[in-house]
């Protein structure tokens, strides 16, 4: 996979992810869990943001490598949950977007009764989760708001050279 297969960027402000993780929480009230495992890093905002609005104290991760910047490469497991969620029954896991379904493929091998929720998700991932919020097409680059930075811009008029 390279760079060249993203064609389009999807801005998500801090607002956003906000928004759309309270509304895949309202998605899940009703189910009664027994803790969160988060997919990190990704996963680590929403699966805080969904503890909150589900009252949910039990907050577990799992470390997954599979990103270089904008380059996947093969998967390597960093850190692995508490053996006590055994096979993820009554477990929530959350991650923030399922790309191509490699992450997601091996997690669900690892949890395969878990319930899995992303934020946003792409077609080859889709099948994989249980509930999403926002699907977003393949060749599109999600750029979270915890990898992007706020700088100055100037106004429109001095790319003319006057000063208004």
Same mark, same amino acid.
Request: aromatic letters at 10%; charged letters at 25%.
């Given at each position: 996979m390279t760079t060249e297969r993203y064609r389009k960027y999807f801005t998500i402000s @801090?607002?956003?992810i906000h928004r759309d993780t309270r509304e895949l929480s309202t998605r899940l009230v009703g189910n009664q869990y027994k803790g969160i495992?988060?997919?990190?890093? !990704?996963?680590? %905002?929403?699966? !805080?943001? #969904? =503890?909150?609005?589900?009252? %949910?104290l039990w907050v577990d991760t799992i470390g997954v490598s599979s990103y270089d910047h904008m380059e996947q490469r093969s998967l390597k497991v960093l850190k692995k949950f508490s053996p006590e969620v055994g096979d993820g029954e009554g477990y929530l896991?959350?991650?923030?977007?399922? &790309?191509? !379904?490699?992450? =997601?493929?091996?997690?669900?091998?690892?949890?395969?009764? =878990?319930?899995?929720?992303?934020?946003? =998700?792409?077609?080859?991932?889709?099948?994989?989760?249980? $509930? +999403?919020?926002?699907e977003v097409s393949q060749d599109t680059w999600i750029q +979270?708001? @915890? &990898?992007? /930075?706020?700088?100055?811009? $100037?106004?429109? #008029?001095?790319?003319? /050279?006057? &000063? !208004?």
């Open positions: @801090w607002d956003q495992i988060a997919i990190t890093r !990704g996963g680590l %905002i929403p699966a !805080g943001l #969904i =503890a909150r609005e589900l009252n %949910i896991l959350v991650d923030d977007l399922v &790309d191509t !379904g490699s992450t =997601a493929r091996l997690v669900r091998d690892m949890l395969p009764k =878990a319930k899995f929720v992303t934020v946003y =998700a792409k077609p080859d991932g889709i099948p994989l989760v249980d $509930e +999403f919020i926002t +979270f708001p @915890w &990898d992007m /930075g706020f700088s100055y811009v $100037e106004p429109v #008029i001095s790319r003319f /050279g006057k &000063d !208004g």
